[in-house]
């Protein structure tokens, strides 16, 4: 079974500083995805950003970008120039890519940016 | 285009009673899920439905079952309520399933059970 770990449950950070959120996860499969979503006080979870297990290159989306490590099963998550907007919790995910559509989500990892 | 809806936002119900939740998908996409979040257990997979058919379920009980309409449309119910059904319940839609890698969520529905 799949599991994903998310090991800090809260971090926080002065505004501007560079933030990196961890994540391991577990899984017997080769073909995988892998994504960071967010979710603000108002509750809409939004992708952050997605990497697909067979790229080796990291997924960078704007101020976030990932660091995969496949071999140590790792896949971390930094925010560049933190802004209060970025105040969430983060959750990590994992989804097999086969018939089993179903997204496994760590425990999630409040981030509070202070001004 | 609007995004996912859910209705209602929040509900009240009490232990032994039913509810039915609904899920509006993105138009044109034709995969709905389902996820419980609680406090305690964190995010979980209830179903995924494509096409009107459930493609897959979680591991929960019998009393939470769900459907997809022809509109892609989809509805959750949950009979003989229990405190621990008390949980935000958020739907997310995908065009397809081969492309659920890409899902967008709904602002969730909150039920409280009493």
């Known amino acids: 079974a799949q599991t994903v770990t998310q090991s800090q449950p809260e971090m926080s950070v002065q505004e501007a500083e560079t933030v990196t959120l961890s994540c391991t996860y577990d899984t017997s499969e080769n073909n995988y995805y892998l994504f960071w979503y967010k979710q603000p006080p108002s509750r809409q979870m939004i992708l952050v950003i997605r990497?697909?297990?067979?790229k080796q290159q990291n997924a960078t989306e704007n101020r976030f970008s990932v660091n995969f490590q496949k071999a140590a099963k790792s896949f971390s998550l930094k925010i560049s120039d933190s802004q209060l907007g970025d105040t969430a919790m983060y959750f990590c995910?994992?989804?097999?890519?086969?018939?089993?559509?179903?997204?496994?989500w760590g425990a999630g990892t409040k981030l509070i940016i202070k001004p | 285009k609007a995004g996912v809806t859910q209705t209602p936002r929040y509900l009240i119900k009490t232990r032994g009673q039913q509810v039915t939740l609904s899920c509006s998908p993105i138009s044109g996409h034709r995969s709905v899920s389902w996820y419980q979040q609680t406090p305690g257990q964190g995010l979980q997979f209830l179903f995924e439905y494509f096409s009107e058919t459930q493609r897959n379920k979680g591991n929960f009980p019998g009393r939470f079952s769900g459907r997809q309409f022809s509109n892609s449309r989809s509805e959750m119910n949950v009979s003989t309520l229990e405190l621990g059904d008390s949980a935000l319940y958020l739907c997310a839609s995908s065009l397809f399933r081969a492309l659920q890698e890409t899902q967008y969520f709904g602002p969730g529905t909150r039920l409280l059970v009493l």
């Open positions: 990497q697909e297990a067979y």
């Open positions: 995910a994992s989804m097999r890519v086969d018939s089993n559509y179903q997204l496994i």
